[in-house]
């Protein structure tokens, strides 16, 4: 008799591959996209460390603005996928993968959300 736990599980399955590209993806953004918000946010700066003031002006470029909402993006994205594939090597009923990945869902836009109004909040300052 076969291993059920082995065998295929359904169309939602395929979809395992996929999630885990977009993971690797989203990584290799992430290492880039810190690499440029270090320089950016850390090393471009004449005589030493911003002041608030500083910070904000800067925060509110365009191009910086940009480079942050999609660093936000692309971290919970990847953190989002990550804790689903921690969530998931747990085994759970398909009902519980089904509410394991709506609620990730929801965490997920509603940080991107959150952060999204606070760079606004900060680009007005």
Do not use: C, N
């Not at 810190?34 to 002041?51: D, K, N, P, S, Y």
């Not at 910070?55 to 971290?75: G, K, N, Q």
């Amino acid at each position: 008799m076969r291993d059920k736990s082995l065998t295929h599980q359904g169309p939602r399955q395929d979809r395992s591959g996929a999630i885990w590209l977009i993971q690797a993806f989203s990584g290799l953004l992430l290492v880039a996209l810190l690499l440029l918000h270090m320089v950016a946010h850390h090393f471009i700066v004449e005589g030493g460390l911003r002041e608030f003031r500083q910070v904000v002006d800067y925060a509110s470029h365009p191009a910086i603005f940009a480079i942050t909402i999609i660093f936000l993006i692309v971290v919970t994205v990847h953190t989002v996928l990550g804790l689903r594939a921690i969530l998931i090597d747990l085994r759970p009923s398909l009902a519980a993968r089904r509410s394991i990945d709506w609620l990730l869902l929801a965490i997920g836009v509603a940080i991107i959300i959150y952060g999204i109004w606070l760079e606004f909040i900060i680009a007005r300052l």
